[in-house]
């Protein structure tokens, strides 16, 4: 069965400081997606990311930064130099797809994240 | 702004009742999904619609029914209320049925009391 594990629950910094959140994940579909969304404390989600299974290029955007590696099935998320908006829940998920064709979305539990001034 | 429009925003209802949440996808978006989102049990895929058509089933209620009309728009219609019914509900859309960006309305935080 498809899962996704958030093992950090909270993760608390002081601005201007790197972080890295953990996201690992099971599948046995050879085709699958990978996302990650923004919680901010207004409560919507805000899509950041979107990686497919074929492409494990990280990619960079801003002081966003994303490692996809699927020998350790990995998909982690470095905020560089954060700064205290990007107080958020962040969520990790995977797109089921495959053979039912859904585009169902499961979540990992989120990883709270408090960067103080 | 993500273009997913939900309302209302905010709904205060009794155990027993019967209510119905309204989700407008973004424009040329086919695919519909609802989620739940809960203290306990976290972000939790419902149901998917694409075209009019349901697509996909999650853990959801039998007390809980939606559609997805030919304008697109979705309505989630929740019905003899319990108190862990309690939670937020996301509308999202997508362009595509499968794999695609879910783009996600603000939310109806329902509350049963």
């Known amino acids: 069965a498809q899962k996704v594990t958030q093992a950090q629950t909270e993760i608390s910094v002081v601005e201007k400081e790197d972080v890295t959140l953990d996201c690992v994940y099971e599948t046995r579909d050879t085709t699958y997606y990978l996302f990650w969304y923004k919680q901010p404390p207004s409560g919507e989600l805000v899509f950041l990311i979107r990686r497919n299974s074929f492409d494990e290029q990280n990619e960079i955007s801003g002081r966003y930064s994303w490692n996809f590696q699927k020998s350790t099935s990995s998909f982690n998320f470095t905020i560089t130099a954060s700064q205290v908006v990007d107080s958020a829940v962040y969520f990790c998920?995977?797109?089921?797809?495959?053979?039912?064709?859904?585009?169902?979305?499961?979540f990992g539990q989120g990883t709270t994240l408090q960067v103080k001034p | 702004d993500s273009g997913v429009t939900q309302t209302p925003k905010h709904l205060i209802t009794a155990t027993g009742q019967r209510v119905t949440l309204r989700c407008s996808p973004r424009?040329?978006?086919?695919?519909v999904y609802w989620y739940q989102q809960s203290l306990d049990q976290g972000l939790q895929f419902l149901i998917q619609y694409y075209n009019g058509e349901e697509r996909a089933k999650g853990n959801i209620l039998e007390r809980f029914s939606a559609q997805q009309f030919p304008d697109l728009h979705s309505e989630l219609n929740l019905s003899s209320l319990e108190l862990g019914d309690s939670a937020l509900y996301f509308c999202?859309?997508?362009?595509?049925?499968?794999?695609?960006?879910?783009?996600f309305g603000a939310g109806t935080r329902l509350s049963v009391l």
């Open positions: 999202a859309s997508s362009v595509e049925g499968a794999y695609g960006i879910q783009y």
């Open positions: 998920a995977l797109s089921e797809g495959g053979s039912s064709n859904t585009g169902k979305l499961i």
């Open positions: 424009s040329g978006d086919l695919s």
